[in-house]
Structures are given as structure tokens and as C-alpha cells.
């Protein structure tokens, strides 16, 4: 039926109706010769380019490709990062990121004694390159939801069961160690790394918060009772310590005082014995007392010294001015009585008796 039209199509008549003879020789449509070359070359250049395309895969940076062999993993290898050569129509890559990667969950557990603990946890994890073909097989693409999910919130639960509402604040370290071992042992079989966990906020009932800040300010309280007791302890000793140091001081100086007047008494008695000794055996001193205290005034009455006859003190007898009396001489001494005093005049002055 096709030829047919595309004869009564072709075929020229002349005004009678005779039939002339095709001159155009492209037969068919009437194409060129050139044409009928050009037409299955572009569609073979095409074909080529199309099985080219399909035959050249690129894995982008930070990417690990797994191969498909008609739907089916192959996984013996994993493709790294760059372009690879495979079968057209028989071959597919897909592509699984390897770097590292993160995941916020938030997960409501109870602690140890019955607190109701909003916790927020963020883990950084990646996925071991070497064995993307596998985790692609036995989990796929949706690895998170399936496997890292349940994973944190199973261990968060477990970990804060284990530990008070307080001690989950306190002891922050400790509860983040043992949700990473916690972590960690549940991904590795996946082949799954966890590179770092953080526990980004910690969320208690509001009584409980309550309950916290009351027994904060309590203590707080307590605290600031014992410091005022410690500072008036302070105080009081320091008080003790000035009057101490005052006592100790006055005693000090009573002490001082009393030493000087024993050794000013010592010394006056040392200084009566020196005079008392050079008395006895010279009277110097006296003489030099005696003329320190005259006022230089001669007396208008003298005395003479020895009998009234002046026999013992010859023709002319020596007129003396007393002006201390002190006994001479030993008490002992055989020469003069015991109760004997003479005068000793700072100077003597001889003159002629006219009686």
C-alpha cells in the first residue's frame, strides 16, 4: 500500500494521460543520492554517541560508587571518585556520599528516678568506603532512617535510665562516654563509623527545674551564712589578737619601766657606795660639795677649834665655817671618841687671836 502511494506520488503523466518516465533518481521520496550517505551516517554517529554515554560513569568527589550488573550489586568492588568504562544497557552506578555526615535527633527518655529528660543529640558519622556495596545491599540509601536513627534513641534511653536527673548534669562526661560506646557498638556492624557524638541540651520537667533552682538558692544561702560566721570568727580574733598584742605590750613596757628603776636604784646605790668609799678615805669631795653649796658669803660669827684656853691648838687658833657636819673618821678608831662630829669647812682661815 506504501509503494503504491509513493508510486502515484512519483509518477508524471503527460495532458493525454500518458505516463513519462521518473528523471529525478532519488526513487522513494525523491531524496539525492547524498543524502541517502548523510542520513545513516548521523543516525550511526548518534548510536555511538548514545552507547558512548551510556558506557562512561562519573563518581563525584566524596562519593563512592556501587555497581549494578543488571539490578544486581556486584560487591567485590567499590568505585572510587572519577570516571569509569562500563557496559551500556547492562551496567548503572550509584552513588553513596562518604564524607562525613550529621544527624540531629531529639529523644524523651526517664532517668533513674523517674524524671521525665528531653535530650537533643547530634552525631557526626561516615560511611566506611570500603564496604558501601554492602551497606547498599543489605540497607540501601535510606541507611539513616533505618539503622542511625533507632540507634541513638535506644542508647540515649539506655544511658539515662541508669543515672538521676542531677547526676545527668554533674556527671555530663561520664554520660556522653558511655552513649558513644552505646553508639558505636550498634553502627559497626553496618559498617557504619561514628566519628563524635554531642549532647547539645539536656531538658527537665518544669518542677524538677524548680525544684533545682530552690535547692540552688538554699545552698547558696547556707554559703553565704557560713562566710558571714567565718568572717565574724575573723573579726573576733582579730580583736582578740590587737587586745593581745596590747597586753603583751603594756607589760612590755611595765617591764622596761621596771628594769630602768632597778637599774637607776642600782646605780645611785653604787654611786653612795663609790662616795661613801672615797669619804672614808679622803675628803676631797666634801670640800668640792662644800664649796658647789656656799653662796659666797663670809660668816659674821666663827669658832675656834680645840679649848677655850687654846691650849691644844697653840697661840693662834684656826677659825673653821661649818656647813654640813659628817662624821671623820672610824667608829673604831682609838684616837677620837664615838660620838665625835667635826666641821669641815670648804676652806680654813687662820688669823691672830687678840684675847
Do not use: C
Not at 238 to 251: D, P, S, V
Amino acid at each position: 500500500m506504501v509503494d503504491f502511494f509513493k508510486s502515484k506520488r512519483n509518477r508524471r503523466i503527460t495532458p493525454d494521460g500518458e505516463p513519462l518516465e521518473d528523471v529525478g533518481g532519488g526513487g522513494g521520496f525523491g531524496f539525492s543520492s547524498p543524502l541517502k550517505i548523510a542520513i545513516p551516517a548521523i543516525i550511526a554517529v548518534i548510536l555511538i554517541f548514545v552507547i558512548l554515554t551510556s558506557s562512561l560513569k562519573i563518581v563525584e568527589a566524596g562519593n563512592r560508587g556501587v555497581l549494578l550488573k543488571f539490578g544486581a550489586v556486584d560487591t567485590s568492588v567499590s568505585l572510587s571518585e572519577g570516571l569509569h568504562f562500563v557496559l551500556p544497557f547492562r551496567d548503572s552506578i550509584v552513588p553513596m556520599e562518604v564524607r562525613t555526615q550529621k544527624i540531629v535527633e531529639s529523644t524523651t527518655s526517664a532517668s533513674k528516678d523517674l524524671q521525665n529528660v528531653a535530650t537533643e543529640v547530634a552525631l557526626n558519622y561516615r560511611i566506611n568506603p570500603d564496604t558501601v556495596p554492602i551497606l547498599y545491599k543489605e540497607i540501601g540509601l535510606d541507611y539513616s532512617n533505618r539503622v542511625i536513627v533507632p540507634t541513638i534513641q535506644e542508647s540515649v534511653k539506655q544511658v539515662t535510665a541508669r543515672y538521676n536527673a542531677e547526676e545527668l548534669i554533674t556527671k555530663r562526661d561520664q554520660v556522653k562516654a558511655e552513649i558513644e560506646q552505646q553508639i558505636e557498638a550498634r553502627l559497626t556492624p553496618y559498617n557504619i563509623v561514628m566519628d563524635t557524638i554531642s549532647i547539645t541540651d539536656f531538658q527537665f520537667s518544669d518542677q524538677f527545674v524548680q525544684a533545682v533552682e530552690a535547692k540552688v538558692q538554699a545552698e547558696q544561702r547556707a554559703l553565704q551564712a557560713q562566710n558571714e560566721l567565718r568572717r565574724i570568727q575573723i573579726e573576733a580574733q582579730q580583736t582578740e589578737a590587737r587586745a593581745l598584742g596590747e597586753q603583751k605590750a603594756n607589760i612590755a613596757s611595765a617591764e622596761g619601766q621596771r628594769q630602768a628603776n632597778i637599774l637607776r636604784a642600782q646605780g645611785e646605790s653604787a654611786a653612795i657606795q663609790t662616795i661613801e668609799t672615797q669619804l672614808n678615805n679622803s675628803t676631797t669631795y666634801l670640800n668640792w660639795l662644800q664649796a658647789q653649796k656656799w653662796d659666797g658669803k663670809l660668816p659674821l660669827v666663827t669658832g675656834s677649834i680645840g679649848g677655850s684656853d687654846g691650849a691644844a691648838g697653840g697661840g693662834n687658833s684656826l677659825g673653821a665655817i661649818p656647813f654640813i657636819n659628817i662624821p671623820t673618821g672610824s667608829p673604831t678608831s682609838s684616837s677620837s671618841s664615838s660620838n665625835t662630829s667635826s666641821s669641815i669647812p670648804p676652806f680654813e682661815t687662820s688669823f691672830n687671836s687678840t684675847g
